[in-house]
């Protein structure tokens, strides 16, 4: 367990657990086909880029919100803290980094739901896995995600790997804040093929992964990692590479419908920020 107590900034969390009902499943998919959206969608979402989740959000069907909070989720529990504390962090970091860049930085939120909820991009729903809505600047996370990663891509787990997760989430805010995103998507809606779009949604979630490795840099110094621990986030970046995805759901690796990157890659941008701590050199699109 990294040393989360050294931190004392908080984010901006939203509690909305156990207000709602559990999600069904996205399209009336079984069992099965929940683990493959788990899968296909994880950190940064959709099989088709930005666009494509915000599309499968919009069409998701939210059941009427219950309007009192059950006593469990009632005043702040462990997870609750742990995700203000890591939000809180990361908002530290890029605030510096803006400020030095004589920017701005408006801090996002990130709301802990189960099952469903409402955001500005429709319903966020558990299938749809983390994700991040860029008309209301929130990150969507439902916390038993991390116990499907585990279980369905045999993930190491552990709070570094939910924390980078978080980060890479805070990274596609960035991306939304300087520019990236509207560029990616104009690039897309102009690409003659959809491998031409898929590569440009791989460039943007790698560089997400740098991101959340100029965030873990920052705290290197600061005594909240113990030895080796940051290993659990290269875990976690390796676990989702497409490749291994699909080689689990399909038993073929198809490069051409990759939409995050291979885990070589992930791992490898992330490391990237991670050694270096300086966001130049996250430039994927170059």
Same mark, same amino acid.
């Given at each position: 367990?990294?040393?989360?107590?050294?931190?004392? +900034?908080?984010?901006?969390?939203? !509690?909305?657990?156990?207000?709602?009902?559990? %999600?069904?499943?996205?399209?009336?998919?079984?069992?099965?086909?929940?683990?493959?959206?788990?899968?296909?969608?994880?950190?940064?979402?959709?099989?088709?880029?930005?666009?494509?989740?915000?599309?499968?959000?919009?069409?998701?069907?939210?059941?009427?919100? %219950?309007?009192?909070?059950?006593?469990?989720?009632?005043?702040? &529990? !462990?997870?609750?803290?742990?995700?203000?504390?890591?939000?809180?962090?990361? &908002?530290? +970091?890029?605030?510096?980094?803006?400020?030095?860049?004589?920017?701005?930085?408006?801090?996002? +939120?990130?709301?802990?739901?189960?099952?469903? +909820?409402?955001?500005?991009?429709?319903?966020?729903?558990? %299938?749809?896995?983390? *994700?991040?809505?860029?008309?209301?600047?929130?990150?969507?996370?439902?916390?038993?995600?991390?116990?499907?990663?585990?279980?369905?891509?045999?993930?190491?787990?552990? &709070?570094?790997?939910?924390?980078?997760?978080?980060?890479?989430?805070?990274?596609? *805010?960035?991306?939304?804040?300087?520019?990236?995103?509207?560029?990616?998507?104009?690039?897309?809606?102009?690409?003659?093929?959809?491998?031409?779009?898929?590569?440009?949604?791989?460039?943007?979630?790698?560089?997400? !992964?740098?991101?959340?490795?100029?965030?873990? *840099?920052?705290?290197? &110094?600061?005594?909240?990692?113990?030895?080796?621990?940051?290993?659990?986030?290269? !875990? %976690?970046?390796?676990?989702?590479?497409?490749?291994?995805?699909?080689?689990?759901?399909?038993?073929?690796?198809?490069?051409?419908?990759?939409?995050?990157?291979?885990?070589?890659?992930?791992?490898?941008?992330?490391?990237?920020?991670?050694?270096?701590?300086?966001?130049?050199?996250?430039?994927?699109?170059?």
């Amino acid at each position: 367990m990294a040393r989360w107590d050294k931190l004392r +900034t908080r984010g901006n969390v939203e !509690d909305r657990r156990g207000v709602g009902r559990p %999600a069904a499943a996205v399209g009336g998919l079984g069992a099965i086909g929940v683990v493959v959206v788990l899968l296909i969608s994880m950190l940064g979402g959709g099989g088709g880029g930005l666009e494509d989740i915000v599309g499968q959000l919009q069409e998701t069907q939210v059941p009427q919100q %219950a309007s009192v909070q059950p006593e469990e989720f009632q005043g702040e &529990d !462990d997870y609750e803290v742990f995700a203000s504390t890591v939000l809180g962090s990361t &908002d530290e +970091t890029w605030g510096q980094i803006f400020v030095a860049s004589e920017l701005t930085y408006a801090e996002p +939120t990130l709301v802990l739901f189960r099952g469903s +909820t409402q955001s500005a991009c429709g319903g966020a729903n558990s %299938a749809v896995g983390p *994700h991040y809505c860029p008309p209301d600047q929130t990150i969507y996370l439902d916390e038993t995600f991390f116990d499907e990663m585990t279980r369905s891509l045999g993930a190491q787990g552990g &709070d570094v790997a939910e924390a980078y997760v978080i980060a890479h989430e805070v990274g596609h *805010h960035i991306q939304n804040q300087i520019g990236v995103m509207d560029e990616v998507r104009k690039a897309q809606q102009a690409a003659g093929s959809q491998a031409e779009g898929n590569a440009l949604s791989v460039q943007m979630e790698l560089q997400a !992964d740098c991101f959340a490795g100029v965030w873990a *840099h920052s705290l290197r &110094d600061e005594g909240v990692f113990l030895p080796n621990e940051i290993q659990e986030a290269i !875990d %976690a970046a390796a676990a989702v590479g497409d490749d291994r995805i699909q080689q689990r759901v399909q038993g073929q690796i198809s490069p051409e419908r990759w939409t995050h990157g291979s885990s070589a890659q992930r791992v490898e941008w992330f490391t990237r920020g991670f050694d270096t701590g300086d966001p130049s050199q996250c430039d994927t699109f170059s």
